[in-house]
């Protein structure tokens, strides 16, 4: 008999230990205690809050990744920059320390480029040890001029988590030709067929519009954006141009503050979004979209031995169920885990346009297999995927 009752005692003591356990680890999570990474779901800051950065790019730095990304708010409202670019720093990826807003959007000069209501997308930022600031470029489309603007606009600081101060906004390679100008570029563009393009989809081939010569004057148009630092200290300036018909790639100047006037056109009339670039044993590896909005399209993925050009299209790189939707996500960076060879998080996400604030963040690890790049879906992971 006090067998039995020592038997029952000691299983109510597990049965309970057990009950406590599950819930301080739910309790841990919701402040948010993370030892994984749930791709899709929402993902609580330090102070219990959903992350809040989307379209977002990291920057790494002595121990310490930031995390800079749009600050969306609650409904469709959400989709135009109400609040400015948020940031958040984390030691081991998975918690996020709230840091507050990097660059607020302004708020009592409606005619600012950066007044509340103008369109902030894709905010990336890298450190400049020449000058020794740190530099945000991100897509701008003014106020109400609802996605024709196609500006980079450019913000720096002295301290990583800001506040940045807006500089200016600028079209890239204004009165310059890329390294790749066919002569139809430097011949007057079709005025005719220009003339009768009002946004959607181009009417022709953008060469045969020549749609390149058309903005040479006022520089290249810049929608979804990255920017990549190479490993000689140059960065570049990779974006959907010429009516999102052809991404241009532009050397940054020594201070990471303009274009040098270096650039190429590559992906020519692929229409591509949402670029992203990571090196890996001396390749570049591009990860992007198609274009369809705010709805999810299957990710394209390319290799090159330059970044300037040369790359060889490898298809989607997102394998099984929902692969062809990007998991339902779009790319946004490329992160490269820090002391970890070869370790490469794909960061996507997965849009909320009705409700912009509920747009979750799709992190998966990159696979490198045959000559390709691999993105398959999973519930739940750790950097432990990397050490196999
Ligand atoms: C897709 C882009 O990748 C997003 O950044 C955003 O610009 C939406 N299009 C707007 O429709």
């Known amino acids: 008999m006090k067998t039995i009752i020592r038997l029952l005692a000691g299983s109510f003591i597990i049965l309970l230990s057990l009950i406590i356990f599950t819930s301080c680890a739910r309790n841990s999570q919701s402040s948010g205690k993370y030892n994984s990474f749930h791709p ?66 302004v708020e009592d000069d409606s005619t600012h480029e950066i007044a509340k209501g103008c369109i902030l997308e894709r905010p990336k930022v890298i450190y400049n040890a020449k000058t020794g600031k740190y530099v945000m470029w991100f897509h701008l489309e003014l106020k109400g001029s609802v996605y024709k603007s196609a500006r980079c606009g450019i913000a720096v600081s002295d301290k990583v988590t800001g506040p940045y101060t807006y500089i200016h906004s600028i079209r890239p390679n204004r009165e310059a030709w ?17 003339a009768a393009f009002t946004g959607g989809s181009l009417p022709g081939h953008p060469d045969t519009l020549n749609i390149l010569g058309r903005d040479f004057a006022a520089g290249q148009m810049s929608r979804d954006m990255t920017l990549f630092v190479d490993d000689d200290g140059t960065a570049y300036h990779i974006c959907a141009s010429e009516e999102n018909s ?43 979209s198609g274009c369809t909005g705010w709805l999810p399209n299957a990710a394209r993925s390319a290799v090159a031995d330059s970044i300037m050009g040369g790359w060889q299209e490898l298809g989607n790189p997102c394998v ?52 390709r790049i691999i993105v398959q879906w999973r519930d739940e992971w750790d950097l432990s995927v990397f050490d196999k």
């Open 178 to 194: 890329p390294v790749n100008v066919l002569d139809i570029h430097k011949k007057p563009y079709n005025t005719d067929a220009n």
């Open 40 to 105: 899709g779901e929402i993902w609580l800051d330090n102070n219990g809050v959903a992350i809040n950065a989307h379209g977002g790019g990291i920057l790494y730095e002595n121990g310490i990744y930031y995390w800079f990304g749009e600050h969306k708010i609650a409904g469709k409202a959400g989709n135009v920059a109400q609040v400015g670019v948020h940031c958040y720093s984390s030691r081991d990826l998975y918690n996020w320390q709230d840091e507050g807003i990097a660059l607020a959007v």
């Open 320 to 371: 099984g169920p929902d692969s062809a939707l990007t998991f339902h996500s779009q790319s946004t960076f490329i992160l490269p885990v820090a002391g970890k060879e070869g370790a490469f998080i794909f960061m996507a996400d997965r849009w909320n346009p009705e409700n912009a604030i509920d747009g979750r963040y799709v992190w998966l690890p990159l696979e490198f297999k045959d000559g």
């Open 246 to 288: 052809t991404l241009h790639t532009s050397a940054l100047t020594d201070d990471y503050l303009a274009t040098a006037g270096k650039f190429s056109r590559v992906f020519v009339n692929r229409f591509m979004e949402a670029p992203a670039i990571c090196k890996y044993n001396n390749k570049y590896y591009f990860i992007g």
